[in-house]
């Protein structure tokens, strides 16, 4: 099993470099723009606050609660509102469309079969080789900020980037579950991709819609965005139960329902 | 003498929605056969006949639609985490990763199914290079990469499918000598194919499949008696149709200047009434795998 692992983390490491060094070096950038933004604070401030309130909407912020008085603020609306969100969607939803659907399209799926190992271990060698990218994705693209603060002299808190990389690994976690969950009813990696991809985008769009129409403000619940609330993690250091287990609970029951799929489904490449 | 692999009645329907309906296929339709231990089995169909299907439930890639497969006495299904550190499966459009290379691929199935001892052997004896990646490999290459995987753990036995495909002749006859030494060792082979000459030359018995249903199962030398064999006659006079029309002509064809006759089994009678004539050519070659087919399936 720990072959397993092992080969599928190493199958995937450039993608894995590629997007954690892509974040750090965003997360670079907004470092190295802070001191100025921040030296001109009040007038930004001012220009932030005219702005129309549907442009934080839009982004899932409130406005109220930004300020560049706060590194963890300018980096919450600049990066962690849109850009890392989409990084983490494509790393996991690619890593997991190639796990199986992936392998059953190249035609590789049967040499893992004809192993001695059962379809529920590969599975969760699959899984858990998924997990530990997330995890070096989260930690490369969040922790990069102890060294890179220290270069511009930056002031942080690093319990509030702790709490936002937990966020980003529960929303990463329930993507990539059910990214496991289409890799395993589809045989077609594209076809994985496109039904997840799909399905987060309509999620992302119900949430912008619930926040500009108040009869349709319950809908926020169906969707992932509005569960991932960076401003709380980042300027609150919290994160709200009901969105850790809703993450938790997606991600139990797509995993769930992946692995039986795989286990009882006709494999011809 | 030991049944390795029984199957019996075997089923497998393919539909859109996964549920048998009227307009579900029927890959394999009811079969049943057995294989003795330290046999050669042929499976020999045309393409689209249920071999590559019938492989796959034995590997339990896909799960029959009814029926049941014992290889070793377990079941194919229940029990193919253990049967598979006893088989040797190679597919038979070898397909593995790109990026790895020959020595990759053969570290990580060390690494499921424990050290090989022939690992190297083999590598020695195809003259393999294990140091490429798997896409700078040449077609007949990366089949010795799939035969490598396949026979490197000594399996009990092996399983495949269309296994010299792409290979040059050369190849050919070094699979068929390692088929020979693995049966010595009383190894079980199965194998599937739709070249007859190579069926007869490796295979004790061959199961003949058609549309999913087993219309065949004989050994090769009752394969042999059923050959068929195509004869162009061309002559330099006239010539009577009627003189052969005998046993064992099959069909008789008429060309401008001569026939063409189709001939199951013996051709001495043939050669004899030849005799008699003033010949312009002649012409004997052996039937195609179709004719063969034909010759079972005339009558199912």
Redesign the interface.
């Given at each position: 099993m720990l072959?397993?692992i092992w080969?599928t983390i190493k199958?995937r490491k450039i993608s894995l470099i590629a997007y954690s060094l892509g974040s750090a070096v965003f997360l670079w950038m907004y470092v190295a723009m802070f001191p100025m933004f921040a030296e001109k604070q009040a007038e930004f401030d001012k220009l932030f606050k005219a702005y129309p309130k549907e442009v934080f909407q839009a982004i899932g912020m409130d406005p109220a609660q930004f300020t560049l008085s706060r590194f963890e603020s300018f980096v919450a609306v600049e990066h962690f509102s849109l850009v890392w969100p989409i990084l983490v969607i494509i790393l996991v939803i690619a890593f997991g469309g190639a796990m199986i659907a992936g392998e059953i399209e190249?035609?590789?799926i049967?040499?893992i079969?004809?192993?001695?190992?059962?379809r529920l271990k590969i599975y969760f060698s699959k899984y858990m080789a998924g997990i530990i990218n997330i995890v070096v994705f989260i930690i490369v693209s969040v922790f990069t900020v102890v060294p890179l603060a220290a270069l511009h002299d930056v002031k942080y808190d690093l319990k509030n980037f702790a709490v936002m990389a937990v966020l980003g690994f529960l929303f990463a976690l329930a993507i990539f579950s059910l990214s496991m969950l289409a890799t395993s009813i589809f045989s077609e990696k594209g076809k994985a991709n496109f039904s997840v991809g799909g399905l987060i985008l309509l999620m992302y769009v119900i949430n912008v819609i619930s926040d500009f129409k108040e009869s349709l403000k319950d809908i926020r619940y169906a969707s992932f965005f509005h569960y991932y609330d960076f401003t709380k993690a980042m300027l609150d250091a919290k994160i709200d139960n009901l969105s850790i287990w809703v993450f938790l609970g997606v991600s139990v029951v797509a995993t769930v329902l992946g692995a039986i799929w795989f286990m009882?489904r006709?494999?011809?490449? | 003498m030991t049944n390795i692999i029984e199957v019996t009645d075997l089923k497998k329907y393919f539909s859109s929605l996964g549920v048998r309906n009227r307009e579900s296929i029927k890959a394999v339709d009811g079969i049943s056969f057995e294989v003795k231990k330290g046999e050669v089995f042929g499976f020999l169909g045309p393409n689209g006949a249920g071999k590559t299907t019938t492989i796959r439930c034995m590997m339990d890639f896909i799960r029959p639609s009814a029926g049941g497969i014992k290889i070793f006495g377990e079941d194919a299904y229940h029990d193919s985490v253990s049967l598979k550190q006893r088989i040797g499966y190679l597919p038979g459009n070898v397909q593995l990763y790109d990026k790895w290379t020959g020595q990759e691929h053969i570290n990580f199935v060390e690494s499921l199914m424990g050290k090989s001892k022939y690992a190297k052997d083999m590598i020695k004896r195809f003259s393999f290079d294990p140091r490429k990646k798997f896409k700078q490999y040449s077609s007949g290459n990366k089949q010795k990469l799939g035969l490598i995987l396949a026979l490197m753990n000594d399996p009990e036995l092996i399983v495949m499918d269309e296994p010299t495909i792409g290979l040059d002749p050369l190849l050919q006859n070094e699979i068929y000598e390692i088929f020979d030494e693995l049966q010595n060792k009383g190894h079980t082979i199965f194998v599937s194919s739709h070249n007859l000459p190579e069926v007869e030359r490796i295979c004790d018995r061959v199961g003949i499949i058609r549309e999913g249903k087993l219309v065949a199962i004989e050994s090769v030398g009752k394969l042999g008696e059923k050959r068929l064999r195509r004869i162009v006659v061309r002559f330099e006079d006239r010539y009577e149709k009627d003189d052969f029309k005998f046993d064992g002509v099959e069909r008789i064809e008429e060309l401008s200047d001569g026939l063409i006759l189709t001939v199951r089994g013996d051709i001495n009678p043939i050669v004899n009434k030849l005799a008699g004539y003033k010949l312009h050519d002649l012409e004997v070659s052996h039937a195609t795998l179709e004719d063969v087919f034909l010759e079972f399936y005339k009558g199912q």
């Open positions: 072959s397993l080969r199958d190249k035609g590789t049967e040499t079969l004809a192993q001695p190992i059962s009882r006709d494999i011809a490449v | -």
